[in-house]
Nanobody
């Protein structure tokens, strides 16, 4: 499965941005799709995920970020609102053939990442 993120860029604090992740896999709908991020000098951290059972978010983004998917387009989206400078990171999408997880090692496939920079 190949994953390609897009939509990153520079945004002011309080602004919004939508990331997209396009998958090459025809069975895309079977995968749990997760979003992670990695800030400079920090470990990659879980942001959110969407599976057949629903959506899940880290406490740091809950209420500000939403995840949706369009199985017909093999694409998952991360809508980010009320962005903060601490949201600055490279954002990655990932696919998990099992159930959803917050752990990076549970995910089988990763995109190359897209940079989001939030200015204060």
């Amino acid at each position: 499965v190949q994953l390609v993120e897009s939509g990153g860029g520079l945004v002011q604090a309080g602004g919004s941005l939508t990331l997209s992740c396009a998958a090459s896999e025809r069975t895309f709908s079977r995968y749990t799709m997760g979003w992670f991020r990695q800030a400079p000098g920090k470990e990659r951290e879980f942001v959110g995920a969407i599976s057949w059972s629903g959506t899940y978010f880290s406490d740091s983004v809950k209420g500000r970020f939403t995840i949706s998917r369009d199985n017909a387009k093999n694409t998952v989206y991360l809508q980010m609102n009320s962005l903060k400078p601490e949201d600055t990171a490279v954002y990655y999408c990932a696919a998990d053939s099992a159930g959803w997880s917050t752990r990076t090692y549970e995910y089988d496939y990763w995109g190359q990442g897209t940079l989001v920079t939030v200015s204060s």
